[in-house]
């Protein structure tokens, strides 16, 4: 057991790093959340998520991801633009 949690002070400390180098240490839980499932959307999908994927897999409520699309957008980690596909819908890109 001790190995275990061994390893997980090592993901945790790999983690803060990560964060400090990408320079969102600043950012709440919900914002940190957010960012991540966006991630983890963009790595399965190159073209963009949809807000409604990222409510669904951070199991946030959608007011919540709204707003916190706003304030990362606004601080020029993502950028939102409305989908060919389906023009009520906006997509999520990160910012490279």
């Not at 950012?27 to 940190?32: A, G």
């Not at 991540?36 to 073209?47: A, K, W």
């Amino acid at each position: 057991m001790k190995e275990f949690y061994k390893n997980i002070s090592d993901a945790l400390a790999m983690l803060d790093g990560l964060e400090q180098d990408l320079n969102i240490r600043h950012l709440t839980p919900n914002e940190l959340k957010v960012f991540y499932t966006i991630i983890i959307r963009s790595y399965h999908n190159n073209n963009g998520s949809n807000i409604s994927d990222i409510v669904e897999n951070s199991g946030m409520s959608r007011s919540t991801v709204y707003k916190t699309l706003k304030k990362l957008s606004a601080e020029g980690i993502i950028h939102l633009s409305q989908s060919d596909e389906d023009g009520r819908e906006s997509l999520v890109l990160l910012n490279s």
